[in-house]
């Protein structure tokens, strides 16, 4: 590659396609910029080419594209811990800028090494917040950041924000009156600390139930139910899919008759459940996120903690309106 004809396609970053001013270059001589290769090694830890995705054991910052084998890098200054060299001390600045967390709002610069005290100086200070949802998933810069006031931020949680159509807000579980960060955690959440029937599951059905109660009540409307003796306090194993399972079942654990239990042993061995693992009973434990309270508007505002059961469906989730939030002063 020659340094002073740089095609016009390595002058845009593929990943944020931005005019590249600082050039990020591996062993591959795929470029991307800096921002994008210091959010992958650093806030991402990920050392692939985004282009080839060949692991990357170092990359190299420089202004002017060249090829990598051409840059006598070991006599740049360095950042040891993500591999990254420096073609000068203004590049490294630079990179190091990219990391700091900023007060947006104050007169004079004020920079704080962690984004946890930044967030105190905006909270104290600014009466400004930041959503805890996004920046704990999303690996972004501090200064990329968004800054909402209380309603703001209660807009962004339930709808998401004015400017942006891409996020929706984040979807709320019904059963502990908490948000998470999308339709993928909330059904992750909804699956691994709730309950649902593995009939009607393995049918498709998306329907979730606060508590083991509820999705027995399920089992007993739906389905066969057995809450003879031992089966009473059973979980899962008691429920059975046809009323064939069912009578099967119920002649081969409850028979009285020996006689028959004998008899009808060759139909149990057919009916062999094995138990499926016991779920958190968490169901009812409200879960207010942080700061955020639910206010009661005659009944109509706030969700009821024992719902019975809610058909998840990732359209009804997005349009539904969330019940007004309203925020606690803050005491910090
Ligand atoms: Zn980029
Ligand atoms: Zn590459
Ligand atoms: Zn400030
Ligand atoms: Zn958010
Ligand atoms: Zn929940
Ligand atoms: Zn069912
Ligand atoms: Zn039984």
Redesign the pocket.
Known sequence: MNSTTVKESEKT?V??C?DIDIFALGKCDHP??Y??STKMRVLCDQKYCAVCREELDKVVFVKKLKTFQSLPYQQFPFEKRYDIYFIDEMTHSQYRRLLLSECVRCPEPKVFSRFEELEQHMRKQHELFCCKLCSKHLKIFSYERKWYNRKELARHRAHGDPDDTSHRGHPLCKFCDERYLDNDELLKHLRRDHYFCHFCDADGSQEYYSDYRYLSEHFRESHYLCEEGRCATEQFTHAFRSEIDYKAHKAAAHSKNRAEARQNRHIDLQFNYAPRQQRRNDGMVGGEDYEETRHNRGGRGRLQMGQKSWRYSRLAIIQKRAPLVILKPSRL
Do not use: Y
């Open positions: 970053c990943l944020c931005q991307v910029c921002r994008c």
